[in-house]
């Protein structure tokens, strides 16, 4: 198996080596991985392409690549450029640090990596941890991905797949004896706004502001994706790029056509 792995913290991140691991573990002695990630961190920025920029490609060193661009950029230059001419059979964008689930998966470029590899009619599989601070925290921060990234890919394989499907993973923030299981869970919804604004002034006293989280995973409803990596879950999630409204169209429809 060929398999192409990415992030959006950069291509020094500590996440992205697990992901390596993974992938080597499921690519097995005669298969390949090749990585090709963002040259520095590009947290929060979806699904961007650099449309209207040049970027740079880095080798450096055998298939392994940097590039000053976007998850999704990569994705493209990897299906496009790297790989051209043998097609990888699986894109794996992660391990985020930092759980990627309600409406954060609009927001990441873990999940837009992961989109673009389906939208190239490649398997494509988000990876993300869940962390969290204090005492009772896992002394490795990657603990439940670690320990159970390659059995959730071969999971995750085994699910079906079709046209522009990708699937996103979410391992919680314990040690790897501690994960209660897999559970198949929709993208929940934490309630009216993910970000608040802090406002911060510099020595200099230029006002900055930084964005933060406003609501908790356990907001979202019961079942849901944010609430079960929350208990202790890895949480599988099939995802598709299309954003039509489907339940919405005959209703619009008649109200448009009469």
Not at 120 to 130: D, E, F, H, N, T
Request: a negative charge.
């Amino acid at each position: 198996m060929r398999i192409l792995v990415t992030n959006d913290d950069g291509i020094t991140a500590p996440g992205l080596k697990v992901a390596e691991a993974i992938a080597h573990d499921i690519a097995g002695p005669d298969g390949e991985v090749w990585v090709v990630a963002p040259g520095d961190e590009r947290s929060g920025v979806s699904h961007c392409i650099s449309y209207t920029k040049p970027m740079r490609l880095a080798k450096l060193e055998d298939r392994r690549y940097a590039v000053d661009g976007n998850p999704a950029d990569c994705v493209i230059l990897g299906v496009h450029h790297i790989l051209a001419e043998v097609k990888p059979d699986l894109v794996l964008s992660g391990v985020n640090m930092g759980h990627n689930v309600a409406e954060d998966a609009v927001y990441s470029g873990t999940i837009g990596a992961a989109m673009e590899g389906a939208l190239q009619g490649v398997r494509a599989v988000a990876l993300s941890q869940y962390y969290r601070r204090g005492d009772d925290a896992p002394a490795d921060a990657f603990a439940s991905a670690r320990a159970h990234g390659a059995e959730a890919v071969r999971r995750v394989l085994g699910c079906p797949w079709s046209h522009d499907i990708f699937y996103n993973v979410n391992f919680p923030a314990v040690e790897g004896q501690a994960v209660k299981g897999f559970a198949l869970a929709p993208q929940g919804r934490r309630g009216s706004g993910t970000f608040d604004c802090v406002e911060y002034v510099s020595p200099s006293r230029r006002t900055f502001f930084w964005l933060q989280h406003r609501t908790a995973n356990t907001s979202a409803e019961a079942g849901s994706d944010a609430v079960l990596g929350h208990e202790g879950w890895i949480t599988v999630t099939p995802m598709r790029p299309d954003l039509t409204a489907h339940d919405l169209l005959d209703g619009a429809r008649a109200a448009l056509v009469g």
